[in-house]
């Protein structure tokens, strides 16, 4: 299964939560007692599933509990040869703390990264959930306007029906008045049926008159929500894309940071091979030194007034608060 930015809600749940630091822990001590070093893609491999963000947390917790290797001390028989081998360990010292520094900050470097992965991971879970939250509003919008679309249509079924009885209460006024002015003898009903056939008319107008007002309303509420709707989906679609845009180029920039201290790491280690081998150099090359005693004696009276002087320097570089 491979890790990306664009899977589905279960296939995140399963990453962030379906590994635990007991299989991490458990992967790293096989590893180590194969006698390989425990990596996120070493332990991943193994695993088979993970998200290396939860992987390198487990590991850096790991890694914690292990106790550092104890480191054994020179042992030669002279004061010469002791003295030579003092200078080489020293060397060998200081090229061990660069690399340890080297490697303190590769680490550093490491978790800030995979903190900033996780919260962007977070925010386009989040962002999914606000879009999901929004279309389920647009389909509610839409069911809405088609509702007061049905609405409208029988508004105006219902406007057509006033319109068509008012035609007819028009034409049954026009036939009355006609029937006022031939038939004398009907006047009087006929005037009350005028006066009523009028009223009806009015009702009927002012019906009308409210449906249409009614049927504007409701249209423009309909597309008014509606361009809302699409205006607040377009939006967060955007800003969703962007952030997915930032967490591939920081997934990126932290698999090529990873590559570098790689590389930094195993030039290091091989300075610290070096350095190793030009002890047991050295050690083989005793007797030679006890030949030469007197000019490594001038020497060695040298490097004491320089390793005093580089422990000034250093003292005098060392921040205030350590």
């Not at 879009?131 to 389909?139: H, I, K, P, Q």
Request: aromatic share 2%.
């Amino acid at each position: 299964m491979k890790y990306e930015l664009r899977y589905s809600r279960g296939e995140y749940d399963m990453a962030r939560t379906g590994i635990t630091y007991e299989q991490v822990a458990t992967v790293a001590d096989a590893l180590v007692g194969q006698g390989e070093k425990p990596s996120i893609q070493r332990i991943r491999e193994q695993l088979g599933t993970g998200s290396p963000n939860t992987i390198h947390r487990h590991l850096k917790a790991w890694r914690a509990t292990q106790a550092p290797a104890e480191r054994r001390a020179a042992r030669l028989p002279d004061e010469l040869a002791a003295a030579l081998a003092e200078e080489l360990e020293r060397q060998a010292a200081a090229a061990r703390a660069e690399a340890e520094a080297d490697a303190l900050e590769a680490q550093h470097t490491a978790d800030e990264l995979s903190a900033t992965g996780e919260q962007l991971e977070e925010q386009v879970e989040a962002l999914s959930g606000q879009v999901e939250a929004l279309e389920s509003e647009r389909d509610r919008v839409t069911g809405e306007r088609d509702e007061a679309r049905s609405a409208v249509a029988e508004f105006r079924e219902r406007v057509k029906e006033l319109e068509t009885q008012c035609d007819e209460a028009r034409q049954q006024l026009a036939e009355a008045r006609n029937r006022v002015t031939t038939l004398e003898e009907q006047r009087d009903e006929e005037r009350e049926a005028r006066i009523t056939a009028q009223r009806e008319a009015k009702q009927i107008d002012q019906a009308r008159i409210e449906a249409e007002r009614a049927l504007a309303v409701a249209e423009t509420r309909t597309e008014a929500a509606q361009q809302q709707a699409e205006e607040r989906a377009k939006a967060l679609q955007e800003e969703r894309q962007a952030r997915q845009q930032d967490a591939q180029a920081h997934k990126q920039a932290l698999a090529e940071q990873r590559d570098e201290y790689r590389e930094r790491l195993a030039a290091l280690e091989k300075q610290l091979q070096d350095a190793q081998q030009r002890a047991q150099e050295a050690e083989k090359g005793r007797t030679k030194a006890e030949v030469q005693g007197e000019a490594l004696a001038a020497r060695m009276e040298a490097l004491e007034s320089r390793k005093a002087k580089q422990r000034e320097e250093d003292q005098g570089q060392l921040p205030l608060g350590e």
